[in-house]
């Protein structure tokens, strides 16, 4: 017998709505199942809002249950009306087929370390070849339109400007199918999704029961919002991916390192495998001490290290260290650009750099570091004149080729707080 892995899950926040709870208790109880979820490619990376369903899925793992990975090769062509006030924009095959790949991997990168009987499947391979009249005589007649029209995902849409298509109408067919699909071939009982994915999952259980008298249960997790109502993960300059190369760590890292303390709570609580009693001892601190932000910082490096492992962490730590002072002795440029992205950067021609070099004053002073060439001399010689970080007090220093650390650029900085880049081309 297990723990009870539901009663983690509800002690967690991670529970919103479920079939029925004893019945369900009972099924995880027992060791070997098999637990699914969904992720459509429709990007070539997750983002924050699915690393609620892979956590579930990790959970599953570590009490000796096999998660399975659902990416929807063949819903993702369609696209999952729910949560949508508005119609997706259709994939091409090439942007899917790479979008699957894509997904597929970060999956089982965020799965590895959990277990190793992990199933990532696509449900392309089983709705390839289905003809379209066959699907409706099969699966379709199974639906009644009434039930359909109730849904949440439905009525939200046809109750809006835009109306929904019959192509999305038609999503939750398919994915109720995939749950039948997996409970003949893997025995799957078990599907979890966000509180989004009610009506989907519930459809899928109703079919189920019709096409083979069985009986198939659902979870669902409230979706990750921060205490404002608003959706984790955007920002100003748009989703948290998943991708290094579209979200770096130390972006990643930072975005959870400057969560209000509430929202950091609960994500820790719901995100992170920390036990409960550490957590509980985190939410006291934060309380005596919210400057600290030690909920913040464990939540960030437990996330870095799932999604990017250690290096990846360490990165992110390297980064964060430079931008509160830590001397810059080797960096590249992509990296400097993330952790200097937002302060003022100024382009000097290369050949400044040749010969004698760039008086340092003139650079502060072009930068906008300093008001002048006589205020910048007086901030070196009063200790105030950085170069990557490195203190410099001579005030007729002059920037040479030596001091660039990322290719063609540097980093200057006045006082304690203000920088700016300096790139020559």
């Known amino acids: 017998m297990l723990h009870d892995l539901l009663g983690e899950f509800e002690a967690r926040g991670l529970v919103h709505q479920t079939t029925d709870a004893t019945t369900l208790r009972d099924w995880l109880a027992v060791p070997g199942r098999r637990v699914y979820a969904g992720f459509d490619p429709t990007a070539d990376s997750l983002h924050v809002g699915h690393l609620v369903a892979l956590v579930l899925l990790r959970r599953v793992a570590r009490v000796g249950h096999e998660p399975v990975a659902l990416v929807g090769g063949a819903t993702g062509m369609i696209g999952d009306p729910s949560g949508r006030s508005a119609e997706r924009n259709l994939l091409s095959p090439a942007e899917l087929e790479a979008n699957i790949a894509a997904v597929g991997r970060q999956i089982r990168h965020v799965l590895a ?19 379209y009249v066959e699907f409706l005589r099969d699966v379709g007649k199974h639906f009644p339109l009434s039930q359909m029209l109730a849904k949440d995902s439905v009525k939200s849409r046809l109750e809006g ?11 939750m067919l398919l994915q109720a199918w995939d749950f039948v699909h997996l409970s003949d071939t893997l025995d799957c009982r078990v599907q979890i999704g966000g509180s989004d994915q009610w009506g989907n999952i519930t459809a899928g259980i109703e079919l189920g029961r019709r096409l083979r008298s069985r009986d198939l249960h659902g979870i669902t997790c409230p979706l990750l919002t921060k205490a404002d109502g608003t959706k984790m993960g955007k920002t100003a300059s748009g989703a948290i991916w998943l991708d290094p190369l579209r979200t770096s760590p130390y972006r990643f890292y930072q975005y959870w390192i400057n969560l ?7 994500s820790l609580l719901r995100l992170t495998e920390v036990p409960l009693d550490e957590i509980a001892g985190l939410d006291a601190r934060r309380a005596a001490n919210p400057a600290a932000r030690d909920t913040q910082k464990r939540l960030a490096e437990e996330l870095t290290r799932l999604v990017h492992g250690e290096p990846g962490l360490a990165a992110a730590r390297q980064a964060t260290e430079i931008f509160f002072g830590a001397e810059i002795t080797s960096l590249d440029e992509a990296s400097l650009g993330e952790i200097f992205a937002d302060v003022p950067s100024h382009e ?22 300093a008001q002048s060439a006589g205020a910048a001399r007086r901030t070196i010689e009063q200790g105030g004149g950085y170069v990557n970080n490195r203190r410099v007090s001579d005030p007729t220093y002059r920037l040479t080729a030596h001091d660039l650390v990322a290719g063609s650029t540097l980093v200057l900085r006045s006082g304690k707080k203000s920088y700016a880049v300096a790139r020559f081309r």
């Open 113 to 131: 370390s959990a277990g190793d009987r992990v199933h990532v499947v696509n449900n392309a391979d089983w709705m390839r070849g289905v003809g």
């Open 348 to 369: 000097f021609p290369r050949s400044r750099l040749e010969g004698d070099g760039l008086p340092l004053a003139e650079a502060l002073k072009a930068t906008g570091l």
């Open 260 to 266: 209000d303390d509430d929202d950091a709570g609960r």
């Open 161 to 171: 400007d835009g109306g929904i298509s019959y192509t999305e109408f038609s999503y």
